[in-house]
């Protein structure tokens, strides 16, 4: 097991000279601002969307907060519309990078029938999209893991140069299902990188009681599998563990383990209440380590964002933000009559459909 972050030596920017910051990592100054541009839109998206909650105009939000530097360096070596993400119910920033639009992300919020992943058959936050490779969440948790191996499987079977991402809280990374895709993966050596945001808490449950290890990556040694350790609110950091574990799965080397260290700046969720749970202490540490402030300060140092560009951006993602929201507010709900639709089988052709299949009900009504 390895640790990466601003304590083993990779390059982060604040501090050192101007502009030093993307080149050692194979970057340009325009990724770092795209980079940031995303986080910044995730953060913003995140934040209406409890404005929304709130307001009584949707259901409920599980938040991303604090996961989006870890989300936006995680993703950004994957390949566009070709690899494949089976996200968790925050990725908002991992959606963004691999081509999700906000407009998509609240369709999904508000559940609506143009919603790409589901058709407004989901719970909010369950995002998908066939067409950008972003597997629908799965509500059981942990059981993205399982579809993303078999998504890696079938990439090899066809020889394809495809790569399956898996992502999930440290709470869930304590399933049954966990064990046996990162089993299945090691034995077959398969294109699939596992990617843990551990914010220390599955809901209530700190992390010190629900793991008998400090890190999720120590299990990695169990596969014989590369298992990290990186400081989630290290983009720079985030994308090298990532850029290293996608290659290693390109190139036929099987699959990795990455465990981003995260915080996590709001309750489990809507219906939730943290400071029922965290020491006002707790809280207060946890909001040094906001990975937005963190990464525009390291920008800022690196004459990589200015006043003026700052202010443009701010600017352009409110823009985005209220169009996605009047945008995906006036969509249609889902037609109750197509609730079934996707459930059972359709019959074979030229045969009647079987007594339980919803188009009899249909017919005798």
């Known amino acids: 097991m390895t640790v990466t972050g601003r304590d083993s030596g990779w390059a982060s920017g604040g501090g050192g000279s101007r502009g030093s910051l993307a080149a050692p990592h194979g970057l340009a100054d325009a990724d770092l601002l795209a980079m940031y541009r995303i986080m910044a839109l995730a953060r913003a998206l995140d934040e209406r969307m409890w404005v929304l909650n709130r307001s009584g105009r949707a259901p409920f939000v599980i938040s991303g907060q604090g996961h989006e530097g870890a989300q936006v360096g995680i993703a950004w070596p994957l390949r566009r519309d070709h690899d494949w993400v089976a996200p968790f119910y ?7 990078v691999v081509g999700m639009t906000p407009r998509d992300l609240m369709l999904a919020q508000f559940a609506r029938a143009s919603d790409p992943g589901s058709g407004g058959r989901q719970m909010p936050g369950h995002y998908g999209h066939p067409a950008h490779h972003v597997v629908s969440v799965s509500s059981p948790v942990a059981t993205q893991i399982l579809h993303a191996t078999g998504i890696a499987l079938a990439a090899r079977i066809r020889g394809l140069d495809q790569v399956a991402m898996a992502i999930m809280g440290e709470g869930s990374s304590n399933q049954g299902d966990v064990h046996e895709a990162l089993n299945f993966a090691a034995i077959h050596r398969l294109p699939f990188v596992f990617v843990v945001e551990n914010n220390g808490y599955a809901i209530s449950v700190p992390a010190e009681r629900e793991l008998s290890v400090r890190d999720v990556a120590q299990r990695a040694a169990g596969y014989g599998i590369p298992g990290v350790v990186v400081d989630g609110t290290d983009v720079l950091a985030c994308y090298a563990a990532s850029r290293e574990a996608v290659a290693r799965a390109r190139r036929g080397d099987g699959p990795s383990l990455i465990e981003a260290k995260v915080t996590r700046l709001t309750g489990h969720s809507s219906d939730d209440q943290q400071t029922k749970y965290r020491s006002a202490s707790d809280l207060a540490e946890g909001r040094t380590r906001d990975p937005l ?9 690196a004459g990589v964002l200015d006043e003026i560009t700052e202010l443009e951006l701010d600017g352009e993602i409110a823009v985005a933000v209220d169009d996605a929201t009047a945008f995906a507010e006036a969509e ?17 052709a030229g045969e009647a459909p079987p007594p339980w299949h919803p188009s009899r009900a249909r017919e005798a009504g």
């Open 90 to 96: 925050r990725s908002i920033a991992t959606c963004l």
């Open 332 to 348: 249609p709900d889902p037609d109750p009559a197509t609730g079934t639709d996707h459930v059972f089988a359709d019959p074979l």
């Open 293 to 301: 402030p963190i990464f525009r300060a390291q920008l800022r140092d």
